[in-house]
């Protein structure tokens, strides 16, 4: 047990999480201080607050009111349900090509948008670029999803300034969601900070071109954030949902399966189904670097967040924890493949990205876990098992195992 680590009483952070937590005086964490905001606001006069805010942004010619930023999985559905049949309003959809793309983040988009009636734009920066750039992330910052991170936060908002429409919908903000970072009265927007910080820890796209390598602004001109002057030139701000309603991910996706067919799939890494079931590698590879850096996984996040929705004892969150956080991941075989790196080169930096905190090499390549996990409390004595399945509905029947395979483009439905 390492004296350093502090773990929540309530949920299963520790002080180490990479987006910053602080623990009140009885040993809770600030995301769970701040999750009690979901259960003491007055979510009607949220609402109401949200309606007023977004009201000047109705347009009165023809025009689109707000963009959307959206993928094949996540709560795509529901921001755009709120958005398009709550607010009334008549988004843009905006997408940005991560090409890790399974065939059902593909039939989710594509059933978005249909629906809902709505248009969207595809941002598809060309491949040999996004390699380039995803080998040396991968290298050099252990990130096979820098290129991504970076385009799907930046091509709203050029697309915001290039088309002339100042409100960008979010769904939910990760800094008050997870950690606590702000309260959700304080209405936090979009900012070019916090993408800098956050969501590309501290790598953007300007720090990636200082540094020694052979990327150059014509391979990362797409990646970057628009300047203070264009922004504001337009007035362009980001709002977030989660801000105004009630946010349960879980909750949500059981009503979009319900109303828009939204379809899930069920991983290795986790038994969360909803998330990121668009892509072929974030509950893999993705998921298995983040605990290989930082000692833990998406897991703990679904158990995180289920622990506090009260749908899961924390006794039968540190089990789920132990059973999904070392599974190894699929699908490596695609990814050396689309990158033409062969596997052993693939494996020795994956290997490199081990913080030797959480990782210790007891012999030549071979590693001991000691990360975040270890820190739980063993006695457990609580495990009232859930049944999970009743939250986690797995609907789909495309199989991501079934021959996969990248798609760059696809029509998105079957009959
Ligand atoms: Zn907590």
């Given at each position: 047990m390492d004296q350093n680590i502090q773990i929540c009483k309530r949920c299963?952070?520790?002080?180490?999480h990479p987006l910053g937590i602080t623990f009140n005086t009885e040993g809770v964490c600030s995301g769970c201080e701040i999750f009690e905001e979901k259960n003491t606001l007055d979510w009607k006069q949220r609402w109401l607050q949200l309606e007023k805010k977004i009201?000047?942004?109705?347009?009165?010619?023809?025009?689109?009111d707000c963009i959307i930023p959206v993928n094949g999985g996540n709560d795509s559905y529901f921001i755009v349900h709120l958005v398009k049949n709550k607010l009334k309003l008549n988004p843009l959809l905006v997408s940005y090509n991560k090409?890790?793309?399974t065939p059902l983040g593909i039939k989710n988009l594509s059933n978005l948008r249909i629906k809902f009636d709505v248009d969207i734009i595809y941002q598809n920066v060309n491949p040999l670029k996004i390699k380039k750039i995803t080998r040396h992330t991968f290298n050099e910052?252990?990130?096979?999803y820098w290129p991504i991170l970076a385009g799907s936060t930046a091509f709203p908002v050029q697309t915001a300034i290039n088309f002339k429409i100042p409100l960008i919908i979010w769904g939910a903000h990760q800094g008050v969601e997870q950690?606590?970072?702000?309260?959700?009265?304080?209405e936090v927007e979009m900012s070019r900070r916090y993408r800098e910080d956050h969501d590309l820890f501290t790598n953007d796209e300007t720090n990636l071109n200082k540094?020694?390598?052979?990327?150059t602004d014509d391979d990362l001109w797409q990646f970057k954030y628009p300047d203070d002057k264009s922004i504001n030139s337009i007035g362009v701000r980001g709002i977030y949902l989660s801000n105004f309603v009630r946010w349960d991910p879980v909750a949500q996706h059981i009503q979009m399966i319900k109303d828009y067919k939204y379809q899930s799939a069920k991983f290795?890494?986790?038994?969360?189904?909803?998330?990121?079931?668009?892509?072929?590698?974030?509950?893999?590879l993705h998921d298995y670097l983040k605990l290989l850096k930082?000692?833990?996984?998406?897991v703990t996040d679904h158990v995180c967040r289920e622990i506090r929705h009260k749908r899961i004892s924390r006794d039968q969150g540190i089990n789920l924890i132990r059973k999904y956080e070392l599974v190894n991941p699929d699908y490596l075989n695609l990814f050396s493949d689309w990158l033409g790196l062969n596997m052993n080169s693939l494996q020795m930096v994956i290997d490199r990205s081990r913080d030797i905190k959480y990782w210790?090499?007891?012999?030549?390549?071979k590693f001991k876990f000691n990360g975040?996990?270890?820190?739980?409390?063993?006695?457990?004595?609580?495990?009232?098992?859930?049944?999970?399945s009743d939250y986690f509905?797995?609907?789909?029947?495309?199989?991501?195992?079934?021959?996969p395979k990248y798609i760059t483009f696809g029509k998105g439905f079957e009959n």
């Open positions: 299963l952070y520790s002080n180490l009201k000047p942004y109705k347009s009165k010619k023809k025009n689109y090409y890790f793309n910052l252990k990130s096979i950690v606590g970072m702000f309260s959700h009265e304080q540094l020694e390598n052979d990327l290795s890494r986790t038994f969360d189904t909803y998330d990121h079931v668009d892509c072929y590698n974030y509950m893999n930082h000692g833990y996984s998406k210790e090499e007891y012999d030549l390549n975040i996990s270890k820190n739980f409390n063993t006695t457990i004595d609580n495990d009232k098992t859930q049944k999970l509905i797995s609907n789909s029947k495309i199989s991501l195992n079934k021959k």
